[in-house]
Every structure is written in structure tokens, then in C-alpha cells.
């Protein structure tokens, strides 16, 4: 795998950073750009996982607000398509949001 093509995949599911990540592992030349995309997808991961069970909590105390946290759970569908387009674009440019969060904070 091309290193722009292992950084698009990074941010397509769980599976697809996995895969990612051990092509990026097995590599003799670790590319910094794929390697800042695994931990930008990474982070939309962790973030989608939260909101997941924060949402999921909220909606049993307060059913009635299902409408919104059912708009707030596509954020992080919205993130991994703007990763994905900024991976596309060979560029290093931070998931709004929590990009600046995660920036450094995984030893890939």
C-alpha cells in the first residue's frame, strides 16, 4: 500500500486503522504522514466510542432528547470524511475539533 492510500484507510472504521497500522508497522520507511493520520483516526475512533456511551447514558435518563444526540452521533461520520479528504489531499491538517487534542499523544 501507497502511504497516502494507508492514511484514507486509516480513517475507514476500527478495521481499517488496523490494517492500516500493521502496514505502517511492517514498512521499512515510516512515513510521518501516515503516521499522523493514524493518530488522527484514532482519535475520531476514541471520540466516537465516548460519545457513544455518553449519548447512550443521556438517552436513558432523557429519552426525549433523541433527536438530537441521533444528529450529534454523525459528528464523528462528518470527521472521518474531512480526514479523509484532507489524507487524499497529501496534507497534515488536524480533524476539527479533536485534532489538536490527539496531536503527540500516541506513540504509533
Known amino acids: ?3 497516502r492510500t494507508m ?3 486509516a480513517y475507514i472504521t476500527i478495521i481499517g486503522w488496523v490494517i492500516s497500522y500493521y502496514n505502517y508497522r511492517n514498512s521499512p520507511d515510516k512515513n510521518p504522514f501516515v503516521q499522523y493520520h493514524l493518530t488522527q483516526s484514532l482519535g475520531v475512533i ?3 466510542v465516548v460519545l457513544s456511551v455518553a449519548s447512550g447514558i443521556l438517552l436513558g435518563i432523557i429519552p426525549s432528547l433523541a433527536t438530537l444526540f441521533y ?3 454523525l459528528a464523528p461520520l462528518v470527521l472521518m470524511l474531512l480526514g479523509i ?3 487524499s ?3 497534515e491538517r488536524p480533524v476539527p475539533f ?3 487534542l ?3 499523544k500516541f506513540n504509533l
Request: net charge neutral; aromatic share 4%.
Open 102 to 104: 490527539v496531536e503527540g
Open 89 to 91: 489531499n497529501n496534507a
Open 7 to 9: 492514511a484514507i484507510v
Open 85 to 87: 479528504i484532507t489524507a
Open 71 to 73: 444528529i450529534i452521533g
Open 1 to 3: 500500500m501507497t502511504n
Open 46 to 48: 476514541i471520540f466516537s
Open 98 to 100: 479533536i485534532g489538536k
